[in-house]
């Protein structure tokens, strides 16, 4: 009798392990801006999902992105890492497909939440590393990915093949130009229904690297703005906002269908602000700057950094509250790994702080500064410290200077009037980084072509 009465409690002890690990959704748009929601000010586009999502859950008003490209702010959600830190500082090509990948010795948030028992998944797009490079997804604790790698691929959605795994599949009908039988993203969505339906058990990890809206802006269906008065580009851009949406609320309702809505933390973000100047065709229409923040993608002031954020967890994650206290994605591994009771290993260097008790109600957690570089063109810095911003657009540029709780808009430089705040910033934007021979700071870049994937 010892022997099964042993395995029986061996078994009783590791489903009360399992019990106390919440599953964890982390879903990424890509280009998404903060004015593109109706909980954000949106008036134009439907986001009926994620607006009730902010209803039920938080919605942040100052949740940072890594930075304000692709692949090195996925690399800061993945690794813990700042940029001045981080492996990935810009989008970097390598050959025909693929980006720089992370290197070899990188731990990212999946490895250690599989370490600690989760079934693990990339659904969407990666862009950190093809599969026969260090930065596999299928290497860095991710059982399975399916979509896209490349982030170039992705800017296709009728594309002749995506990923299963590793193995490359054909989608018969698509040419690969915008047209074509199968739109990918409905693939993408139907595979995250499958995973988590078959993971239901828990617990699980799923990273929903959604790719929509950025891209070609190809839709299969422009739904309810067909017959507006605007641009193709306008309406298939407004459809894919509202795609993105109800595959949103899809995998939330498949939450509610299997019983595990009530044990699963689901956080969503962009990756970097709009594509779109505010005076743009698009920006003029869709108001994205309506909520008076100033730059975007590939800038470091608010409008590329800030997010559309949310959390959403039945009884842990207070509904209805909106929060201006900031987090940044280097937040998330920390996040996680206190979630699901694992520690972080000792050759895993973090920027980040846990989330778990703000996520729950509390205050942020307190922090000396964020600090952001990126290397696209000039060698772009940024750090905030206390409501204090400052950003320098190259390493020979001045250094400007924001309060952020009078002038979110950062439309008036005090860098004049406060030498020993820039001195401080300064300071700090040379302790926060690691000089890196990939990622040097210069004030123009040489050559052309080389970080255009995203």
Same mark, same amino acid.
């Given at each position: 009798?010892?022997?099964?009465?042993?395995?029986?409690?061996?078994?009783? =002890?590791?489903?009360?392990?399992?019990?106390?690990?919440?599953?964890?959704?982390?879903?990424?748009?890509? /280009?998404?801006?903060?004015?593109?929601?109706?909980?954000?000010?949106?008036?134009?586009?439907?986001?009926?999902?994620? /607006?009730?999502?902010?209803?039920?859950?938080?919605?942040?008003?100052?949740?940072?992105?890594?930075?304000?490209?692709?692949?090195?702010?996925?690399?800061?959600?993945?690794?813990?890492?700042?940029?001045?830190?981080?492996?990935?500082?810009?989008?970097?090509?390598?050959?025909?497909?693929?980006? &720089?990948?992370?290197?070899?010795?990188?731990?990212?948030?999946?490895?250690?939440?599989?370490?600690?028992?989760?079934?693990?998944?990339?659904?969407?797009?990666?862009?950190?590393?093809?599969?026969?490079?260090?930065?596999?997804?299928?290497?860095?604790?991710?059982?399975?990915?399916?979509?896209?790698?490349?982030?170039?691929?992705?800017?296709?959605?009728?594309?002749?093949?995506?990923?299963?795994?590793?193995?490359?599949?054909?989608?018969?009908?698509?040419?690969?130009?915008?047209?074509?039988?199968?739109?990918?993203?409905?693939?993408?969505?139907?595979?995250?229904?499958?995973?988590?339906? #078959?993971? &239901?058990?828990?617990?699980?990890?799923?990273?929903?690297?959604?790719?929509?809206?950025?891209?070609?802006?190809?839709?299969?269906?422009?739904?309810?703005?067909?017959?507006?008065?605007?641009?193709?580009?306008?309406? %298939?851009?407004?459809?894919?906002?509202?795609?993105?949406?109800?595959?949103?609320?899809?995998?939330?309702?498949?939450?509610?269908?299997?019983?595990? /809505?009530? %044990?699963?933390?689901?956080?969503?973000?962009?990756?970097?602000?709009?594509?779109?100047?505010?005076?743009?065709?698009?920006?003029?229409?869709?108001?994205?700057?309506?909520?008076?923040?100033?730059?975007?993608?590939?800038?470091?002031?608010?409008?590329?950094?800030?997010?559309?954020?949310?959390?959403?967890?039945?009884?842990?994650?207070?509904?209805?509250?909106?929060? !201006?206290?900031?987090?940044?994605?280097?937040?998330?591994?920390?996040?996680?790994?206190?979630?699901?009771?694992?520690?972080?290993?000792?050759?895993?260097?973090? !920027?980040?702080?846990?989330?778990?008790?703000?996520?729950?109600?509390?205050?942020?957690?307190?922090?000396?500064?964020?600090?952001? #570089?990126?290397?696209?063109?000039?060698?772009?810095?940024?750090?905030?410290?206390?409501?204090?911003?400052?950003?320098?657009?190259?390493?020979?540029?001045?250094?400007?200077?924001?309060?952020?709780?009078?002038?979110?808009?950062?439309?008036? /430089?005090?860098?004049?009037?406060?030498? !020993?705040?820039?001195?401080?910033?300064?300071?700090?934007?040379?302790?926060?980084?690691?000089?890196?021979?990939?990622?040097?700071?210069?004030?123009?870049?040489?050559?052309?072509?080389? %970080?255009? =994937?995203?």
């Amino acid at each position: 009798m010892f022997r099964p009465l042993a395995l029986l409690f061996f078994a009783c =002890a590791l489903s009360a392990t399992a019990a106390g690990q919440p599953n964890i959704v982390f879903i990424l748009s890509d /280009d998404l801006a903060q004015g593109d929601l109706g909980c954000y000010g949106q008036k134009l586009i439907q986001t009926p999902n994620l /607006d009730r999502m902010a209803q039920e859950g938080t919605r942040y008003l100052q949740g940072y992105s890594g930075t304000s490209v692709c692949a090195p702010s996925r690399s800061c959600l993945m690794t813990g890492l700042h940029t001045g830190h981080c492996p990935i500082r810009a989008n970097r090509e390598i050959g025909a497909e693929g980006q &720089k990948p992370l290197p070899a010795g990188t731990i990212t948030v999946a490895q250690i939440l599989h370490d600690a028992g989760y079934a693990t998944a990339c659904v969407g797009k990666w862009g950190m590393g093809m599969f026969d490079t260090t930065g596999s997804p299928l290497k860095l604790g991710f059982d399975h990915f399916y979509g896209y790698n490349c982030q170039r691929h992705a800017h296709n959605y009728f594309p002749t093949y995506l990923y299963n795994d590793d193995k490359r599949f054909d989608l018969p009908g698509n040419t690969g130009k915008g047209v074509g039988k199968t739109y990918a993203q409905n693939l993408i969505s139907d595979e995250v229904i499958r995973w988590v339906r #078959e993971h &239901k058990a828990g617990p699980f990890f799923l990273y929903f690297s959604i790719t929509l809206p950025h891209g070609d802006f190809e839709i299969d269906d422009q739904g309810i703005y067909k017959d507006k008065p605007w641009t193709e580009k306008q309406k %298939n851009y407004a459809a894919m906002v509202t795609r993105l949406d109800s595959d949103v609320g899809r995998l939330l309702a498949t939450l509610k269908e299997c019983g595990i /809505d009530d %044990n699963t933390l689901v956080m969503t973000s962009g990756d970097n602000g709009s594509s779109f100047a505010p005076d743009s065709e698009m920006g003029k229409l869709f108001d994205q700057a309506s909520n008076g923040m100033r730059g975007y993608k590939r800038s470091l002031y608010e409008g590329g950094l800030r997010q559309a954020a949310l959390a959403r967890w039945p009884g842990k994650v207070p509904a209805g509250r909106v929060t !201006d206290e900031p987090w940044a994605f280097w937040d998330f591994l920390p996040t996680a790994a206190e979630l699901a009771g694992a520690k972080i290993p000792a050759n895993c260097k973090t !920027d980040g702080l846990s989330l778990v008790s703000f996520l729950k109600g509390g205050p942020a957690p307190k922090r000396d500064h964020f600090y952001w #570089e990126l290397h696209e063109g000039p060698s772009l810095q940024a750090v905030r410290f206390g409501d204090w911003k400052a950003v320098r657009n190259g390493p020979q540029s001045p250094i400007e200077l924001y309060d952020l709780k009078t002038d979110a808009g950062e439309a008036h /430089d005090l860098a004049s009037e406060k030498p !020993d705040l820039v001195a401080k910033a300064e300071a700090l934007m040379q302790s926060s980084r690691t000089a890196d021979p990939d990622w040097p700071l210069v004030q123009k870049r040489a050559g052309k072509g080389k %970080n255009k =994937a995203k």
